[in-house]
């Protein structure tokens, strides 16, 4: 399993909440029953700069299948609560053991043309 970046330099984008996804293994769609993650076990924090984790949303993990051109790819959706993007510090994903870890990256503004002196 791999992370996918949304935009260059971040993992995921910070909206109302936020939302982790991990994308699993792609199937033929006529796979039946689709049993998304099935033996894999995935666990996800969301760090904050204090120390402390992200609590989740109450309904969170969902997991999912995207059908695309004939197959269709397993994805599991973490939600935490929202919070100022500037608190968190860090995603970490364990997929059956084997942890990942990812810094989170804080958008920096964009300077107007012809700012700074130029």
């Known amino acids: 399993?791999?992370?996918?970046?949304?935009?260059?330099?971040?993992?995921f984008k910070?909206?109302?909440?936020?939302f982790v996804q991990v994308s699993g293994r792609s199937f033929p769609d006529n796979v039946q029953p689709f049993t998304p993650f099935e033996n894999v076990t995935v666990q996800v924090w969301l760090l904050r700069h204090d120390g402390t984790?992200?609590?989740?949303?109450k309904w969170s993990p969902g997991t999912l299948g995207l059908s695309n051109a004939g197959s269709v790819t397993e994805i599991m959706?973490?939600?935490?609560?929202?919070?100022?993007?500037?608190?968190?510090?860090?995603?970490?994903v364990s997929v059956n053991g084997e942890v990942?870890?990812?810094k989170i990256e804080q958008d920096r503004p964009?300077?107007?043309?012809?700012?700074?002196?130029e």
Do not use: H, K, Y
């Not at 609560?81 to 500037?86: G, V, Y």
């Not at 608190?87 to 970490?92: G, H, K, M, T, W």
């Not at 964009?110 to 002196?117: I, K, T, V, Y």
């Open 1 to 11: 399993m791999r992370f996918r970046r949304t935009s260059p330099g971040c993992l």
């Open 14 to 18: 910070i909206q109302a909440a936020v």
């Open 53 to 57: 984790a992200q609590s989740r949303e």
């Open 77 to 92: 959706s973490f939600g935490f609560t929202r919070s100022p993007p500037q608190d968190l510090a860090a995603v970490v």
């Open 100 to 102: 990942f870890v990812r």
């Open 110 to 117: 964009q300077r107007a043309e012809g700012a700074g002196g």
